[in-house]
Structure formats: C-alpha cells, structure tokens
C-alpha cells in the first residue's frame, strides 16, 4: 500500500466551477499534510498545509481534512484556466515527507 | 534571492557513466531534500539534511546513489554506474525547518535521461 494514494485523474471542470481534489494516507501518524501545485514541466511549489481536522480556506483555496478517516481534499472555488495543473498531496509522519502521484486538473474555458 | 539552484538542467549520459548533480540551497535553510519524480512513481523522497547532516537516506535505491552536503551552500547527488532505470526529473528543495509551516523550496529540477 503507498503512503500516499491520490486519483491520477485527469479531472477536468468548467471555468467558473468547483474542482475537488482528493487524497488518502496510510500512517495515522501523520501531523501535517500538504497540497502543492505542478506545472507540467516546472517545479512543485506549495499552495497550502493543514494541521487540524476541518477546514482550512486561502482565497480560492480549501484544504478539508479528516484524521479519522485518513483523508485530506482540496477544493478550488471559481476555477480559472491558470489552475490547469498537477495537484500534487504530501503528508509528513515522523519527519518524513511522502507525495502523492497527483492529480491531474484541467480547467476548461 | 535567487531561489534554489540547480545544475545541470538537462543530462543524458550512457549507462555505465557517473551522472553528478548540484544543489545549492536558499541562504539560511537548514535542511536539504533530494526528490525524484516519474511518472510512475511520483515524486520519492531520496535523502535529506539538516545542518550538512544526512539524516534520512532511506529513500535511497541502492549502492549507486550517493549524496553529500560539504557545507551548507552546496549538495551533490552522484550515480555511479547510471542505468536507463535512473532517468528521471531530479529536484533539490530545501526549508527552514520540518513542520509544516516550513514551505520547502524546490529548485527547476535536473532532467536525467540515460541510455
């Protein structure tokens, strides 16, 4: 089982729309979690991180998460064709840092 | 700040040859990642350091692969032999710390292919 599991995807939406991103994780002993964003051929660079249960907003941005249930979203409110990217989930147990394969976004004009 | 940097961007090199890579860190970030990214298995953690300290390597593949950071501005990874299996994008990150608050900051990634 990989530390990480996300849908490969690709997901595409509507501009304008809600994009919903998800991602489980294996070690219960993980503390932060974490979504970055890929574009193809560039670097990851971080969008945000999340510590507690519930919900956590940044502008467009919502990280949900759920320790019970090993479970870690992101929500992206009014998607733009700029979103159009690789999402990439991180946890962080014990100091170690595992990511997801990613999933794959399209916003479509 | 120039972020973190690379080199070299790009490397194809045939099996068998030693493949070097070269990192050097944001100023003032205490630790140093090393990742490998593909398509298959994503982006794997291979080694990180804290103060020039290696102090997880377990994500290393094999004897082939070998990291060191001389000081705190400089970090190679070094493959020796290099096989087609090793070809993959190489990216550096480093962070002020571990916690999520502490963002790490990849650098442009070094593309391998070996053939």
């Known amino acids: 089982q990989k530390e990480v599991e996300q849908n490969s995807g690709p997901l595409s939406v509507p501009e304008g729309a809600i994009a919903s991103l998800n991602c489980t994780y294996s070690?219960?002993?993980?503390?932060?979690f974490f979504w970055y964003r890929q574009y193809s051929g560039k670097s990851p660079e971080l969008i945000m991180f999340?510590?507690?249960?519930g919900d956590k907003e940044d502008g467009r941005f919502t990280a949900q998460l759920n320790k019970a249930s090993q479970y870690v979203s992101l929500l992206i409110r009014d998607s733009q064709p700029s979103d159009s990217a690789t999402y990439l989930c991180?946890?962080?147990?014990?100091?170690?840092?595992?990511f997801g394969t990613g999933t794959s976004l399209t916003v479509i004009p | 700040d120039a972020g973190v940097i690379q080199s070299p961007r790009h490397e194809v090199t045939e099996m068998g040859q030693e493949v070097t890579l070269r990192c050097k860190p944001i100023?003032?970030?205490?630790?140093l990642f090393w990742y490998r990214q593909t398509m298959m298995r994503g982006l794997e953690l291979l080694i990180y350091?804290?103060?020039?300290?290696?102090?997880?390597d377990s994500g290393m593949p094999e004897d082939r692969f070998s990291a060191k950071m001389p000081n705190a501005s400089f970090s190679t990874l070094k493959i020796q032999p290099s096989e087609p299996r090793d070809s993959a994008v190489y990216f550096c990150?480093?962070?002020?710390?571990?916690?999520?608050?502490?963002?790490?900051?990849f650098g442009p990634g070094t593309r391998l292919t070996v053939l």
């Open positions: 999340i510590y507690s249960n």
């Open positions: 100023s003032g970030h205490d630790y």
């Open positions: 991180a946890v962080n147990p014990s100091n170690q840092f595992y």
């Open positions: 990150a480093s962070s002020i710390g571990t916690s999520g608050s502490n963002e790490q900051f």
């Open positions: 070690d219960r002993g993980s503390q932060s």
């Open positions: 350091f804290n103060n020039n300290v290696p102090i997880d």
